[in-house]
T-cell receptor, first 116, second 113 residues
Framework: GAGVSQSPRYKVAKRGQDVALRCDPI?????LFWYQQALGQGPEFLTY????????KSGLPSDRFFAERPEGSVSTLKIQRTQQEDSAVYLC??????????????FGEGSRLTVL | GDSVTQMEGPVTLSEEAFLTINCTYT??????LFWYVQYPGEGLQLLLKATKADDKGSNKGFEATYRKETTSFHLEKGSVQVSDSAVYFC????????????FGKGTLLTVNP
């Protein structure tokens, strides 16, 4: 399809395991964002890419979180040594131009991570 | 940075009732204002927007007016439907060096038949 695609949709990990979450943005979109959405909360910013450059990673909660977008399209969010507090839905969003463009972001359905 | 205060939920209404979800914001300069909606099991999607003071955004029977003097952008619908059941998020966007959307906590709306 033509939308933002995320995988896996659901991931259950044991505490201490590493996980990788994938985002396939809309083709040609320059900007890519990762957000974390805890249960009952709004999305919280994690990191921002403009093409392959990670311009802001100020929202990443710890150095266990790492994101990349090596070719300026697909992005991966990696969480090392998962902890229970990492349980959340991880949302990927893209926009056509730099930043949030005119403010319209296109979101994927999210990857729900549960850490046991 | 931008911030937003959104009406606490959950909100439960009967079909055809009137809906208001309050939103006030703090932002740099003159932001654009957005309402996003998240239907069950789906990603967020843009519902409506307004880009300058006194503008009214509208979509799917929902409306919101950009009130600069009260820094508000309240969402309204005259007659809700069961299919409107979702979580609604208000978000200001200043643009420029502040390139990310900042979302409110969201308001869960449940419409009963």
């Amino acid at each position: 399809g033509a939308g933002v695609s995320q995988s896996p949709r659901y991931k259950v990990a044991k505490r201490g395991q590493d996980v990788a979450l994938r985002c396939d943005p809309i083709s040609g979109h320059v900007s890519l964002f990762w957000y974390q959405q805890a249960l009952g909360q709004g999305p919280e910013f994690l990191t921002y890419f403009q093409n392959e450059a990670q311009l802001d990673k100020s929202g990443l909660p710890s150095d266990r979180f790492f994101a990349e977008r090596p070719e300026g399209s697909v992005s991966t969010l990696k969480i090392q040594r998962t902890q229970q507090e990492d349980s959340a839905v991880y949302l990927c969003a893209s926009s056509l131009r730099a930043g949030s463009d005119t403010g319209e972001l296109f979101f994927g359905e999210g990857s729900r991570l549960t850490v046991l | 940075g931008d911030s937003v205060t959104q009406m606490e939920g959950p909100v439960t209404l009967s079909e055809e009732a009137f809906l208001t979800i309050n939103c006030t914001y703090t932002a740099t300069g003159y932001p654009s204002l957005f309402w996003y909606v998240q239907y069950p099991g789906e990603g967020l999607q843009l519902l409506l927007k307004a880009t300058k003071a006194d503008d009214k955004g509208s979509n799917k029977g929902f409306e919101a007016t950009y009130r600069k003097e009260t820094t508000s952008f309240h969402l309204e619908k005259g007659s809700v439907q069961v299919s409107d059941s979702a979580v609604y998020f208000c978000a200001p966007y200043s643009g420029g060096s502040n390139y990310k959307l900042t979302f409110g906590k969201g308001t869960l709306l449940t419409v009963n038949p």
